[in-house]
């Protein structure tokens, strides 16, 4: 029996094409989901990868053949696909890699109404299937196999986002925005059109081979090109998108760098100034000043593990109205408590455009600490090295540790966490605290055990 395990990750489905899978496993797939889910009709969409259409089109088959109804979308960022699953009601495909180099592709798929598909909620089920029709051959199709159609839902995706954030005041903008020839030069254009906004684009053009950087807007390289343009033209902020462009990050108008944890505090604010009372969720490796703000704008603050199964599920057990994660995820309850960039960007333009002062000066207020960001070493012993991590902060007074997700270690005036990659040998380490001194300090001390 073949092990899907290399490709079938905790939330999704990724490898190489098609040296790790193909349209034959994705037409298995297809089968699988329609039998897990039970669905009678479900909705796939894709990014602009070379090998997306072709995989998307094996999986509908293969969904069709268990008696399926398909919705194909066609192109379009999570994001829109995660719409279309609230806003149809069917659980959906997409077939993205986000991030990746051009050569992988992967499927993100959810229940109806974008519930998530993780490895507890159906994500091993779908594998264990997937491996043994593999094995033995898929069953026949059922009698009367699903149809398959096409609807476009761009305009209507748009339209959802712009009535949950009124734009149509705010003051004129230029926004610079870089879509890294990925799926954020297809929705920009329609999401941010007819608004007060002079954007000026950058890589706007599909294509899944990424000809002028990765698509990976948190590698500080990838962003250096949105910088520069936002310093030349004069521009108030800047976006950049990931692949497939359900993540957004923002740059001031100086060209640095905002952080999503600034981010996620600001759209809190706003979230909670319609929703007093309401909660919001941050994960683990958010700044201090997420639940800070939070309780200062008269929220509830809850804290999570990362990923976005770990965050939707919370959203759903407490009625969050918002979540928030360090990689620039953002979730809300608007949007069935999916992550959507494109929402967040929204709120980042009207909170600016609301008001005089520049991005920096907005964001000040949100960005309380110093930061490491994240700190990736290649270790041949994850959970040696975490030990020996541990062992050294145990005993030391006024300092407090937690597993919740990884080793988070807290004392007064910092704290640290160590974290194991799932798909590679790597620790990842994140350390804050009130000052860059002390930031260094900590993370010397931690950085000098793991690469011992």
Same mark, same amino acid.
């Given at each position: 029996?073949?092990?899907?395990?290399?490709?079938?990750?905790?939330?999704?489905?990724? $490898?190489?094409?098609?040296?790790? *899978?193909?349209?034959?496993?994705?037409?298995?797939?297809?089968?699988?989901?329609?039998?897990?889910? @039970?669905? &009678?009709?479900?909705? =796939? @969409?894709?990014?602009?990868?070379?090998?997306?259409p072709?995989?998307?089109?094996?999986?509908?088959r293969?969904? %069709?053949?268990?008696?399926?109804?398909?919705?194909?979308?066609?192109?379009? &960022? /999570?994001?829109?696909?995660?719409?279309?699953?609230?806003?149809?009601?069917?659980?959906?495909?997409m077939?993205?890699?986000?991030?990746?180099?051009a050569?992988?592709?992967?499927?993100?798929?959810c229940?109806?109404?974008?519930?998530?598909? $993780?490895?507890?909620?159906?994500?091993a089920? =779908?594998?264990?299937?997937?491996?043994? *029709?593999?094995?033995?051959?898929?069953?026949?199709?059922?009698?009367?196999?699903?149809t398959?159609?096409?609807?476009?839902?761009?305009?209507?995706y748009?339209?959802?986002?712009?009535?949950?954030?009124? !734009? /149509?005041?705010?003051?004129?903008?230029?926004?610079?925005?870089?879509?890294?020839?990925g799926?954020?030069?297809?929705?920009?254009?329609?999401? !941010?059109?007819?608004?007060?906004?002079?954007?000026?684009?950058?890589?706007f053009?599909?294509?899944? %081979?990424?000809?002028?950087?990765?698509?990976?807007?948190?590698?500080?390289?990838?962003?250096?090109?949105?910088?520069?343009?936002?310093?030349?033209?004069?521009a108030?902020?800047?976006?950049?998108f990931?692949?497939?462009?359900?993540?957004?990050f923002?740059?001031?108008?100086?060209?640095?760098?905002?952080?999503?944890?600034?981010?996620?505090?600001?759209?809190?604010?706003?979230?909670?100034?319609?929703?007093?009372?309401?909660?919001?969720?941050?994960?683990l490796?958010?700044? *201090? &000043?997420?639940?800070?703000?939070?309780?200062?704008?008269?929220g509830?603050?809850?804290?999570?593990?990362?990923?976005?199964?770990?965050?939707?599920?919370e959203?759903?057990?407490?009625?969050?109205?918002?979540?928030?994660?360090?990689?620039?995820?953002y979730?809300?309850?608007?949007?069935?408590?999916?992550?959507? @960039?494109?929402?967040?960007?929204?709120?980042?333009?009207?909170? #600016?455009?609301?008001?005089?002062?520049?991005?920096?000066? #907005?964001?000040?207020?949100?960005?309380?600490?110093?930061?490491?960001?994240?700190?990736?070493?290649?270790?041949?012993?994850?959970?040696?090295?975490a030990?020996?991590?541990?062992?050294?902060?145990?005993?030391?007074?006024?300092?407090?540790?937690?597993?919740?997700?990884?080793? /988070?270690?807290?004392a007064?005036?910092?704290?640290?966490?160590?974290?194991?990659?799932?798909?590679?040998?790597?620790?990842?380490?994140?350390?804050e605290?009130?000052?860059?001194?002390?930031?260094?300090?900590?993370?010397?001390?931690?950085?000098?055990?793991?690469?011992?």
């Amino acid at each position: 029996m073949p092990d899907l395990s290399p490709i079938v990750k905790a939330y999704d489905v990724r $490898g190489e094409v098609p040296a790790q *899978w193909d349209e034959d496993l994705a037409a298995l797939f297809g089968a699988a989901f329609a039998e897990i889910t @039970g669905a &009678s009709a479900i909705v =796939i @969409g894709h990014d602009m990868r070379p090998s997306s259409p072709g995989l998307a089109r094996a999986f509908g088959r293969g969904a %069709t053949d268990r008696g399926a109804d398909v919705t194909e979308i066609g192109l379009c &960022s /999570t994001d829109e696909l995660y719409y279309a699953s609230g806003a149809l009601g069917l659980p959906g495909a997409m077939f993205t890699a986000s991030h990746n180099p051009a050569q992988y592709n992967g499927i993100k798929m959810c229940r109806a109404g974008a519930a998530p598909i $993780g490895q507890d909620s159906g994500l091993a089920d =779908i594998r264990e299937l997937v491996e043994r *029709w593999a094995d033995e051959g898929a069953p026949r199709p059922v009698a009367q196999p699903g149809t398959i159609g096409q609807r476009d839902i761009l305009d209507d995706y748009a339209a959802h986002l712009r009535s949950l954030v009124d !734009l /149509t005041d705010i003051r004129p903008l230029k926004v610079v925005v870089d879509a890294g020839n990925g799926m954020g030069g297809h929705t920009v254009p329609t999401v !941010l059109g007819g608004l007060p906004l002079d954007v000026v684009p950058m890589y706007f053009e599909l294509d899944g %081979t990424f000809p002028n950087h990765e698509a990976n807007p948190i590698d500080p390289a990838n962003i250096v090109d949105l910088q520069a343009k936002v310093r030349e033209t004069g521009a108030d902020i800047g976006l950049a998108f990931d692949g497939d462009a359900d993540r957004c990050f923002v740059v001031d108008e100086r060209g640095e760098p905002v952080s999503p944890s600034a981010i996620t505090a600001l759209v809190a604010s706003r979230e909670l100034a319609k929703a007093p009372g309401s909660t919001v969720i941050h994960n683990l490796i958010t700044s *201090w &000043s997420v639940p800070e703000v939070v309780e200062e704008s008269g929220g509830t603050p809850v804290r999570t593990r990362v990923g976005h199964s770990f965050i939707k599920g919370e959203m759903a057990r407490t009625g969050a109205i918002f979540g928030g994660e360090h990689s620039a995820h953002y979730y809300f309850r608007d949007f069935w408590n999916a992550d959507t @960039g494109m929402l967040a960007a929204l709120h980042v333009l009207a909170a #600016l455009g609301g008001q005089d002062g520049t991005l920096s000066d #907005l964001v000040s207020a949100y960005d309380r600490y110093a930061a490491s960001g994240e700190i990736n070493s290649r270790v041949d012993d994850q959970a040696g090295r975490a030990a020996a991590v541990k062992a050294a902060f145990a005993d030391r007074e006024g300092v407090t540790l937690d597993e919740l997700d990884g080793l /988070t270690v807290t004392a007064d005036d910092w704290w640290f966490n160590l974290r194991p990659s799932n798909t590679e040998p790597l620790l990842r380490l994140n350390v804050e605290a009130r000052d860059a001194d002390t930031v260094a300090a900590v993370r010397d001390e931690v950085l000098a055990i793991v690469r011992a």
